[in-house]
């Protein structure tokens, strides 16, 4: 049972404009959702985080949006860059002792 | 600081070896946790160390035996494995193991061949 979903595969964009990469969960006990980037043979890094309390939260050129009614987050990416080109995991947890559920993925190439 | 390392960072390997990975952080994190990924899909979830005590065992089967010799190590024993079990291993750590706040951190992984 995928509670996490990120429903486009891959996803496009020129150099310079904006990136949205989407996540929906269908867990409304998720209070912690995070963004990771991976490139290829690599693990995951950590990017950005929200908490269920806020609807937004910003880091430099990263943003994430929560909105908790539709279950959907996602992450905005302003202005793209080559270098971030790369699959982006969304992840969310609830409470202590638990696990991060993982979504499944986009791949975001950015186009110079 | 938020490193986790991963060694080795290649490993090849037969049905018949015994070989381990090993992942070591020196955040303080209490929760740590072994993952395996296969190529275009998420981390899998294998299991989960609190306080060195397992908490999580996701249905791994036996040739895989993880060991938490203190708070900052985590290993994983691989024995008898096949050809389906390459991927990459991920180790992760994380303060507590869930919950608000609390961001899991990942090493770069072992790349894991069976032959």
């Known amino acids: 049972d995928q509670q996490v979903k990120q429903n486009s595969p891959s996803l496009s964009v020129q150099e310079g404009r904006i990136s949205i990469l989407n996540c929906d969960y269908t867990?409304?006990?998720?209070?912690?959702f995070l963004w990771y980037k991976k490139y290829p043979a690599e693990g995951p890094t950590f990017l950005i985080s929200?908490?269920?309390?806020?609807d937004k939260n910003e880091d430099g050129r990263f943003t994430v949006f929560l909105n908790k009614s539709a279950k959907h987050l996602s992450l905005h990416i302003v202005p793209s860059q080559p270098g971030d080109s790369a699959v982006y995991f969304c992840?969310?947890?609830?409470?202590?002792?638990?696990?991060?559920?993982f979504g499944t993925g986009t791949s975001l190439t950015v186009i110079p | 600081d938020t490193e986790v390392t991963q060694t080795p960072k290649h490993l090849v390997m037969g049905m018949t070896n015994k070989k381990s990975l090993k992942c070591e952080q020196h955040m303080g994190h209490r929760a740590m946790y072994w993952y395996k990924q296969k190529a275009k899909k998420p981390p899998e979830l294998m299991f989960v160390?609190?306080?060195?005590?397992?908490?999580i065992n996701e249905s791994v089967p036996s040739r895989f035996s993880p060991e938490c010799p203190n708070s900052s190590l985590l290993n994983l024993h691989l024995h008898a494995l096949q050809p389906e079990d390459s991927a990459l291993y991920l180790c992760?750590?994380?303060?507590?193991?869930?919950?608000?706040?609390?961001?899991?951190?990942f090493g770069p992984g072992t790349r894991l061949t069976v032959l």
């Open positions: 992840a969310a947890s609830y409470g202590a002792g638990n696990q991060f559920y």
């Open positions: 929200i908490s269920s309390i806020k």
């Open positions: 867990n409304s006990m998720f209070d912690y």
């Open positions: 160390y609190s306080y060195e005590k397992l908490s």
């Open positions: 992760a750590s994380s303060d507590e193991s869930g919950g608000a706040g609390v961001t899991q951190y």
